[in-house]
């Protein structure tokens, strides 16, 4: 009896499951919604649909007046042709127009309609002319960064290579030269450099106040929690590699192991990276990268660097930024629009997650400069542990910091 019971209920877990599946098949079929209705159709052209899918709604003003019936691909004009079924309770102008739009952010794409002003309405068969394409974001992103390049495609992979290396080394030259510039009044002995790190400071703030946090605030309106976390999980997995890597370098072999099976188990397992299932697991996240690498080894941090863009750093982190930079191509695709959208995407969510610490800073620091110096090198020198570190001698205090490290706190003898 107790057997025929556990398997009702296995039963009844099965069919639940297939259930779900089929309405997750029709969901994503757009067989969801059946429409009885009377019809009649239209078709029209476009040169990219982007992903619109049979059965996908035609709207108006927000309301459901017909459904894609069939989509094929014209060999003479080389455009996609759209069938509409249109409700027949609704008429349209003869000079309405057609666009494919996205629900929200990330949606399903849909046709809307616009209504035109003439007194003749649409009739079975008609040919709509006035149309709009799908917007494709990859495209937008990368004909507005790289509009000049593309125009000619072999100038852009060497030119915009020769100026990203020059960029670097000029970069490099400046910290070096000004460095045996004079520092300003009461300088901070790792930051030599501060009237001109304030410069670039004030730049790198004015650009963020004005660009970055306002593109960072609507990605944050207009996004959900939960695409943000996904997005976050993507590039965070792609940095455990380069974790798992430096840990090696550092002679780290727990922390190189655990961040490389971070990686293999989110790729494999979390949907190539979008879910995090390693933390669940017990395997922690750490980061190591090549400046913390230099250190390890003895490498010394040099003089504090505000990078233009990039905010703090230093001579050590500057130089192991680059040559991770120039490295970075090895995981990235080799797709330029892909590429670009995928940097775009990782700088605006990192400036969202960010958003609560600057308003926080904005509201707390009288000097901004400092505070976000003095934190960066602090962080810097806990994260960065020397192979050799010579250990401190036995004292009686029992704390094995040497006998003369709190002798103004022992008792005098007699007291």
Sequence with gaps: ??????????????????AALLFLALKSANLLQLNFAPTYQVSARFDNIGGLKPSAAVKSAGVVVGRVSDISFDTQRFQATVVLDMDKQYAFPVDSSLKILTSGLLGEQYIGVQAGFEEATWASGAVVTQTQSAVVLENLISQFLFNNCQRQRREQVMGCTLIRHLSATLLLLTAFVLGGCA???????????????????????TADRVVLKPVAET????????VRTTVSNFFGNLGDIWSSLNAALQLR????????????????????GLVDIAT????????HDLGQTFGRWGVP??????LP???PSSLRDSASGYVELTGSGATEPNDVATRNTLKVVSVVNKRADLLDASNTLDSIALDKYSLVRDVYLKRRIAATQPMWVESPAADDWGDAVGDDDAWEAAPAAGQ
Excluded: C
């Excluded at 669940?280 to 980061?287: A, Q």
């Design 309 to 311: 863009f990039a905010g």
């Design 1 to 18: 009896m107790q057997k025929s019971k556990s398997d009702v209920w296995v039963g009844l877990f099965v069919l639940i499951g297939a």
């Design 301 to 306: 941090m040099g003089p504090y660097i505000v």
């Design 219 to 226: 990605y944050q309106e207009v996004t959900h929690p939960f």
């Design 183 to 205: 520092s300003g009044p009461s300088a901070h002995a790792q930051d030599p450099l501060e009237p001109f790190n304030r410069t670039i400071y004030t730049f790198n703030d």
């Design 253 to 272: 072999p727990v922390e190189a192991t655990t961040n490389f099976m971070r990686f293999v188990v989110n790729t494999g397992l979390g949907f190539g």
């Design 280 to 287: 669940p697991m017990g395997l922690t996240k750490t980061s």
